[in-house]
């Protein structure tokens, strides 16, 4: 399959597409510092198994992106280029939902927050690891506005994003859910609990596609 790019904020942006057939619905991903969409195909299987595709890029610094490596970069440019993808994503169709790990999380709130991806209707929201840097009133308040389902997945026992933080900032919000998970840390999808992760990832989306 060839790569594909589009430009970004401040270079070419890699993404990839995990296409579903006769997919329902389809998350819009960005990742954590320090990853990129190559690890992520195990996510993508496993959401394809409920019939859900998957759109990913690379944030400027990682992967195949151009940018500033080892820098987790500037999370409102990293928006903008979430913005792009939304909106080639949007392209299927399909109802979408934003999902992010980390500071993926961070970017995709922000990005609701700025309106950077207000060209694309999104039917609700998946964050991951969220960082107390990101769970603030402001993105908070957006999502107020939005009125979107959000579903917050976070481990307990998350050393780099404490999970107390998430847990009042998921009470301000009133479509928030917050599922944690005992014995799990900071990187969900590649922990013994990425199955169920998953499956309630998955059953969230798929819920939002009827």
Known sequence: MPLTFFPGSVGRVHWRSW??????????????????????????SGLAAHGIALWGLDLAGHGLSEGELGSPGDVGR????FGV?????????????????????????????????????????????????AALP?????????????????GVDDRLAPIDPVRDWAAAVPRAQLLDYPDAGHDLLHEPVH????????????????
């Open 85 to 133: 993808l939304a909106g080639i994503a949007a392209e299927s169709g399909l109802p979408l939902v934003a999902m992010g790990h980390s500071l993926g999380a961070a970017t995709v709130l922000t990005a609701l927050a700025s309106g950077a991806s207000s060209g694309t209707r999104f039917a609700g929201v998946v964050l991951c690891g969220t960082p107390r840097t």
């Open 19 to 44: 296409p579903v057939e006769d997919a329902r619905a389809a998350v819009v991903f960005a990742h954590g510092f320090g990853q990129h969409t190559g690890h992520y195909h195990r996510f993508a």
């Open 138 to 154: 402001a993105t908070a308040e957006a999502l107020r506005t939005s009125d979107l389902p959000v579903l917050l997945v976070h």
């Open 195 to 210: 199955r169920r992760v998953t499956s309630d990832v998955a059953g969230f989306v798929g819920g939002l596609a009827v």
């Open 78 to 81: 990293h928006a903008e280029d």
